[in-house]
């Protein structure tokens, strides 16, 4: 359990991968987006065509890329979330 946003955010990041190649394999090549919930610590991946989650926002136009392996990744979804408004307290 993470105990600041930052430890939050770092134990997120290969947790989003994680989820992101489980979307892959269960949709092909579909492309797929992120998604954050304003100020709710939570992130999603939809794949298009699909409705995103009530109250989520999309997170960058750029659709996941699927040809990273796992560093690359997360390290493409530490540049895209890290100014994204997740973190509890505002509206």
Not at 7 to 33: S, V
């Amino acid at each position: 359990m993470a105990t600041s946003y930052a430890q939050w955010f770092a134990l997120e990041m290969p947790r989003l991968t994680d989820r992101a190649f489980l979307a892959f394999r269960d949709t092909g090549c579909a492309p797929h987006y992120l998604y954050f919930k304003p100020h709710g610590l939570e992130f999603a991946i939809v794949c298009e065509g699909a409705n995103p989650p009530a109250g989520f926002e999309l997170a960058t136009g750029e659709r996941i890329p699927t040809g990273r392996d796992r560093a690359g990744l997360t390290a493409w979804f530490t540049s895209n979330t890290a100014r994204v408004p997740v973190l509890p307290g505002g509206a």
